[in-house]
């Protein structure tokens, strides 16, 4: 298939990052095997085929798969992604997900970008003809909690942390790119960035609200080299970034062949206090104010590529999360495809993945016995009513199944 094809698209959760536990060991949070994927999967596969969903953000397990530098183990990989191809489902191939293998050790690895950008080249080698690809998922949301936060990976608590962090996620994630495009010219790079906004609740919270709406964008700046302001760029070098760094990204950028994938959820919103302190706000300006933000700032194709919300809300956010994305479309904006995230309930987001309790969060298509939600059927019809309507307009990306 060949055309100006609206992306309706799904996911399977792949996160895999590092937690603490309260006896004061680690233990890698795997989401696939928290939902019974890897027992499942080809069941899985056929729910995304029933629900008419033709894309899926799908991909391996980084940390399972790329076994040592210039080592890898395919066999789960090879056999999900040919039923993937037996089904006419094209992946979106999400290559690292919170996490990197225990041999690299964490985000702070200044070797990282080298292994990944690696790893980035031998998948595309294994299979050339996809084109689809999210290298790393959510950059700005890895960073932040893995070195600012501490709740994940490094558990690092500093800005100097975040900073090297940041950087160093976002060199992979160019490198990654550059990799591919090597081995597949025609690859399209559908980044996934968490669309954030904070929220002055006092005159006396303005500058730090103000700062906190820069530093939003500073992952996605660093990998399409936009240039940044003063404050950015002073806060980038106190915290550790050397000019010869900063200059890597303006001179490595691949812009061209890139959309810019807006991740919003109800927790994206915050409020600002003059303390300095912040707070989820809940759905203040909602994801068409925020993403036109976005889209001002980069001019690039965009796409809705996560949202959900638990149940018994789920029907009533897919019909508003739709409604923001038929209206960006209806005004012109560039946006190709929209993401209900993901196919299954989720394990123990409710506590970002930090405590290990087997929660079941009911945000997904399908729960975890495989039976559809209201919010499947309800995204089911959608897709069956909007399909051949949405593809009239055209923006000139060609996507091609494999």
């Avoid at 992604?81 to 006419?88: G, I, V, W």
Wanted: glycine share 6%; with cysteine.
């Amino acid at each position: 298939m060949a055309g100006n094809q609206f992306m309706f698209t799904t996911g399977i959760e792949n996160s895999y990052p590092t937690i603490s536990l309260p006896d004061g060991s680690t233990k890698r949070v795997d989401e696939m095997e928290k939902t019974n994927h890897y027992t499942l999967w080809s069941l899985d596969f056929q729910l995304v085929k029933e629900m008419g969903i033709e894309f899926l953000r799908y991909g391996p397990p980084y940390y399972s798969t790329h076994t040592g530098p210039g080592h890898y183990n395919w066999s789960f990989t090879d056999t999900t992604f040919q039923r993937l191809k037996e089904l006419h489902i094209t992946p979106i191939i999400d290559l690292c997900h919170f996490g990197v293998p225990d041999w690299m050790g964490n985000f702070q690895n200044p070797e990282f970008p080298y292994w990944f950008a690696e790893y980035a080249g031998a998948f595309a080698h294994r299979f050339p003809s996809l084109k689809l690809y999210t290298p790393i998922n959510e950059i700005f949301i890895t960073a932040l909690f893995s070195a600012q936060y501490g709740w994940w990976n490094e558990r690092l608590q500093s800005d100097a942390a975040f900073v090297n962090a940041l950087k160093l996620i976002s060199k992979a994630n160019v490198m990654a790119m550059q990799a591919i495009l090597k081995i597949q010219p025609q690859a399209t790079f559908i980044q996934s960035e968490s669309a954030e906004y904070f929220h002055a609740t006092d005159p006396a919270a303005v500058p730090q609200a103000r700062f906190l709406n820069q530093k939003r964008f500073l992952s996605l700046d660093l990998t399409y080299g936009y240039p940044l302001n003063v404050t950015m760029y002073e806060y980038l070098l106190q915290n550790g970034m050397t000019k010869a760094e900063y200059q890597w990204f303006a001179q490595n950028q691949v812009k061209a062949r890139c959309v810019m994938g807006n991740d919003y959820y109800v927790t994206n919103e915050h409020l600002v206090h003059p303390d300095g302190s912040t707070q989820a706000s809940g759905e203040i300006f909602g994801y068409y104010v925020i993403t036109r933000q976005y889209y001002k700032r980069y001019k690039l194709p965009i796409m809705h590529t996560e949202t959900n919300i638990r149940m018994p809300a789920s029907k009533e956010w897919l019909l508003k999360q739709w409604a923001n994305v038929h209206r960006l479309k209806h005004d012109g904006i560039p946006i190709i495809g929209f993401t209900w995230y993901s196919l299954l309930h989720q394990v123990d987001w409710d506590s970002a993945l930090r405590n290990d309790d087997g929660r079941v969060n009911e945000l997904g298509l399908y729960d975890l016995e495989r039976q559809q939600m209201p919010v499947g059927a309800a995204y089911q019809q959608l897709i069956k009513s909007w399909k051949d309507i949405i593809a009239e307009e055209s923006y000139g990306l060609v996507f091609h199944n494999w």
